[in-house]
């Protein structure tokens, strides 16, 4: 065995025992002198190249949520007048109401009166314009206080909740319990005779009750007042019929303020 021989010889165990020779297949035909397609060659294994990587590209910070307002506890309300009830509703944030409103439906009325009417809380046409029932049940709403022989500013008309509720969906348990001080701060101050309930929810948050159907035209008290629950004027738009209920549970209050 000559000098070649044996550098065959030493290519031929190093290939077989690691499989990972780097050799060009050409020179490798060449040193065992066979054509090439005669025998199984060992692959050339080739070192993986690199492939060239795009730069990073820069990822835009997303905008942060805007942080939702802080919610500002109601403060103590007992010793408040008119005027200071008003502003601390009008800079209220206090429920989850605040940041949807346009603007925030005190009341209306008469200060001095014997009977107060309360809704649930204002709509659309309410919150558009501060003030509580302007829009089709607020005109109906004039019409049954005319009808009790009252002119409209001669009663006092507020609501559970001052903020129009999104969607004038009902207000939350939450939100009707947040905002109620200021109706009873409010019924506090007008101090009526009477007051008539308009729905069922004025009944469940003032009087906790619930039922209108079945607890309308039967009075109640609330505080030394008399209270008579009766339909929501938006309910006879779709109802009718039910007016001559309401009409009524209105005269039990009209006799009562000795309007009959
Ligand atoms: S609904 Fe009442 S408690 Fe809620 S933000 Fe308006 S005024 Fe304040």
């Not at 029932?133 to 206080?145: R, S």
Request: aromatic share 6%; proline share 10%.
């Amino acid at each position: 065995m000559d000098i070649f021989d044996e550098i065959i010889c030493c290519m031929k165990a190093e290939a077989s025992s690691t499989g990972n020779v780097f050799v060009r297949r050409k020179d490798l035909a060449e040193f065992m002198n066979e054509p090439l397609a005669s025998r199984p060659v060992q692959q050339q294994t080739v070192p993986p190249v690199a492939k060239p990587q795009p730069p990073p590209v820069a990822i835009p910070e997303t905008e942060p949520e805007p942080p939702m307002p802080a919610m500002t506890a109601l403060p103590d309300l007992a010793n408040m007048g008119w005027q200071e009830l008003h502003q601390c509703a009008l800079q209220c944030s206090a429920c989850p109401l605040a940041p949807t409103r346009k603007n925030v439906v005190f009341g209306c009325g008469s200060q001095q009166t014997e009977l107060m009417f309360i809704g649930e809380g204002p709509g659309a046409d309410e919150d558009e314009q501060g003030v509580p029932f302007v829009g089709k049940a607020g005109e109906l709403l004039t019409k049954m206080i005319r009808a009790m022989k009252y002119d409209r500013s001669e009663v006092y008309i507020a609501n559970i909740v001052k903020c129009r509720p999104p969607g004038n969906r009902n207000p939350s348990d939450e939100e009707a319990a947040i905002c109620l001080p200021i109706l009873k701060r409010q019924i506090e101050l007008v101090n009526p005779k009477a007051i008539v309930l308009l729905g069922a929810v004025p009944l469940k948050y003032l009087m906790g009750m619930t039922g209108i159907t079945r607890q309308r035209g039967k009075w109640m008290e609330y505080n030394g007042i008399q209270v008579m629950p009766t339909y929501h004027p938006a309910y006879l738009l779709r109802n009718p019929a039910a007016k001559a209920d309401v009409w009524k549970d209105l005269q039990q209050v009209m006799a009562y303020l000795g309007k009959l």
